[in-house]
């Protein structure tokens, strides 16, 4: 565009000082400078965009369950990503229910034939068998924050139109649809947007495609079942892990805790996962590490609503990343015919209002948390005898916490003392770590199982000793 002036406007422009046309000129240069890095961001978006689209055109699609209209109606449809250039953005809280499924040839009806002479029971590429991992994950772009609520697939609930049984069965008997159903009703109807089935056999190859995983294996872990060629032998430790070992870690369960060591576990590899692999890279390679697996996942996602997904989960802060289980207990011998783990509905109705969003009589009624209802398990990760705890302890019941005991030292050498919200409540937990001036808050079921905050004293500890010892003497 050609821009036409008076003389006088000239004469004007003529006695401008030199410095100005320095700084007009630096300051065109400065907004051509912003302009190409913002096209070079589009070009970037759109090419993964390309890509993305590439793969969900010429492949094989994500879905592979047919579902019924019926079905499709237990997930609300609604779009959950922006169109345009914003494709990639969540525009919505997303509620998405994760099964990870292990399944053995007696597990469906037609299983492959060159798995029926053999000696041993191999895993089969299939998602008709029970839930062996079950998550639902709350994406909310309004708080920023990433939710995984842990489901133990042995929660004893009510399945529509087949009784009480434990929840992994809902699959079997019904599908995603049926599952979702019964999530929702256990979570005081808590809705679901989405699903994502993943075979055990595309765990690994996830794992290997994101480059394998560091993450501290807690203790020795040894275990041989020749009947399906399961073999795990894993040595304590900070390591890096390929897919198979850290199959291994997840898949091992015969410890005193069973399938709750086993959650505890998945979430210190959700979490190692997310800190080294949520990042732009990781978005770029997406159409790889979909080509890898896609034979492996059954999703009604789209392409481009994973994309918002994993797009978020590069954006948000990972202290906003935080790891839940569904309140319960153990069932007691003999109290059932079968092992359960027993949901508690006041635990459950807590955790959906402060996390989900889902409003109840106990949190319209809630009051702030009295210190000395509060169960404090300490972890010590030092290595030092527990005299060096009793300064913790002293000053923990000097600020009201009554009830505090030692629990089973925490395997992993920690820098920085975790402060672990157990059952989700991270004011309380934030509570304590401000009562004491160190260590961080974690919200995540990683700490001991009875406890309500679980302190897994690390280095910083040992700095921190005398300063609490000096305070307690005035």
Partial sequence: MTIQRSSAEENQSGKASKSSKKI???????????????????????ATAGALLAVSLTSTPLQQAQLSPKDEAAFDGDRISGGGLRFSQLTRPVNLLIMGMSVLPPDIQNPPEETKNLKYLPQVNSFDG??????????????KKIIMLSIPRDTRTEIEGYGVKKINAANVDGGPALTARTVSNLLGGAGIDRYIRINVLGVAKLIDALGGVTVYVPKDMKYQDDSQHLYINLKAGKQHLNGDKALQLLRFRHDELGDIGRIQ???????????????????????????????????????????ALTGFGVRTNRSNMQMLMLPGRFSEKNEFDASYWLPNKDGIAKLMAQHFGLESEQEQQATATDPRSLRVAIQDSTGGDRSNLQPLIRALEKFGYRNIYVAKAWGE??????????????????SIRSTLGFGEVRVESTGNLGSDISIQVGQDWLQQKSILEESLTK
């Fill in 130 to 143: 029970l839930s062996d991992v079950m998550l639902l994950l709350k994406f909310d772009p309004e708080t």
């Fill in 413 to 430: 050498p920690l820098d920085v003392t975790h402060i672990v919200a157990q059952q989700g409540d991270s004011d309380t937990a934030e």
């Fill in 24 to 46: 007009s000129q630096n300051s065109k240069s400065g907004r051509w400078l912003w302009f190409w890095v913002g096209m070079s961001g589009i070009a970037m978006v759109s």
């Fill in 265 to 307: 576990r998945q979430q210190m590899v959700m979490r190692a996962l997310m800190d080294q692999a949520l990042n732009p890279a990781t978005v770029a390679q997406l159409p790889k590490v979909l080509e890898v697996v896609k034979e492996h996942i059954d999703t009604n996602l789209t392409v481009e609503e994973l994309l």
